[in-house]
């Protein structure tokens, strides 16, 4: 078995939920209100903008060279294929790079991304992939999830959105990062696996506490 499958087992019943959550529920109906998803996509941006900066430092801390371009690789993948999808609606929604730049970081994300950020910098390589995949690979799952629903993809306005996740470049991307992962956590003792599946188990946590101030829209 792979880490990366031994991971997903392990969260399974959380990830089973996001489905479920009304935020990602009414994005496959298509009837989620649009001022949620206004709250959503500029919750995101900032904290996209966080998640490169873990990215970053799988460039700083890699030693092989072909790690380091693999890893700048996501990293442009991030600013620029996904944080593409978000400027579409941030076009869409009439959001200015004034309002984000003054709009505060919600709790639950400030939460999410210094903890991302704390484990990669007082770890190695296994901390950062393993804290970063959360994200990525839930986002894929979602995506294939709300793609599988007749009409969902064809949406006038979540379509955009649905696409993007399920889509064959968001898929290389987060292959990528799975290989990555399994790659830096062979051969791992039963305290090294513990702590990286603390990690996981967490930032799985903290995706649903995501949706879930994204749909209530708290700060």
Same mark, same amino acid.
């Given at each position: 078995?792979?880490?990366?499958?031994?991971?997903? &087992?392990?969260?399974?019943?959380?990830?089973?939920?996001?489905? =479920?959550?009304?935020?990602?529920?009414?994005?496959?109906?298509? $009837?989620?209100?649009?001022?949620?998803?206004?709250?959503?996509?500029?919750?995101?941006?900032?904290?996209?903008? *966080?998640?490169?900066?873990? !990215?970053?430092?799988?460039?700083?801390?890699?030693?092989? @060279?072909? $790690?380091? /371009?693999?890893?700048?690789?996501?990293? *442009?993948?991030?600013?620029?294929?996904?944080?593409?999808?978000?400027?579409?609606?941030?076009? @869409?929604?009439?959001?200015? =790079?004034?309002?984000?730049?003054? $709009?505060?970081? +919600?709790?639950?994300?400030?939460?999410?991304?210094?903890?991302?950020?704390?484990?990669?910098?007082?770890?190695?390589?296994?901390?950062?992939?393993?804290?970063?995949?959360?994200?990525?690979? +839930?986002?894929?799952?979602?995506? %294939?999830?709300?793609? #599988?629903?007749?009409?969902? &993809?064809? *949406?006038? !306005?979540?379509?955009?959105?649905?696409?993007?996740?399920?889509?064959?470049?968001?898929? /290389?991307?987060?292959?990528? %990062?799975? *290989?990555?992962?399994?790659?830096?956590?062979?051969?791992?003792? #039963? !305290?090294? &696996? @513990?702590?990286?599946?603390?990690?996981?188990?967490? $930032? +799985? &946590?903290?995706?649903?506490? !995501?949706?879930?101030? +994204?749909?209530?829209?708290?700060?």
């Amino acid at each position: 078995m792979k880490f990366t499958d031994y991971l997903l &087992k392990e969260v399974t019943p959380i990830w089973e939920s996001y489905y =479920s959550h009304p935020f990602i529920a009414e994005i496959g109906k298509g $009837t989620l209100p649009k001022e949620k998803f206004r709250f959503y996509i500029v919750q995101d941006y900032i904290y996209l903008l *966080d998640y490169a900066k873990v !990215f970053a430092l799988g460039v700083v801390k890699a030693r092989e @060279e072909d $790690t380091m /371009q693999e890893f700048s690789k996501l990293l *442009d993948g991030i600013l620029n294929s996904e944080m593409g999808t978000h400027r579409h609606y941030v076009k @869409e929604l009439g959001i200015t =790079s004034e309002e984000v730049a003054k $709009t505060k970081a +919600s709790l639950a994300n400030t939460s999410y991304t210094k903890y991302m950020l704390a484990e990669a910098f007082t770890g190695g390589m296994a901390e950062i992939t393993v804290a970063l995949l959360a994200c990525s690979w +839930s986002y894929y799952l979602i995506g %294939l999830h709300l793609a #599988s629903i007749p009409g969902a &993809k064809d *949406d006038p !306005f979540y379509g955009n959105w649905i696409q993007t996740y399920s889509g064959e470049a968001y898929n /290389q991307m987060n292959d990528w %990062l799975l *290989d990555l992962t399994n790659k830096y956590c062979e051969n791992l003792d #039963s !305290f090294q &696996k @513990e702590k990286l599946l603390e990690i996981f188990i967490n $930032t +799985s &946590k903290y995706e649903y506490m !995501f949706w879930d101030m +994204s749909y209530k829209m708290e700060f």
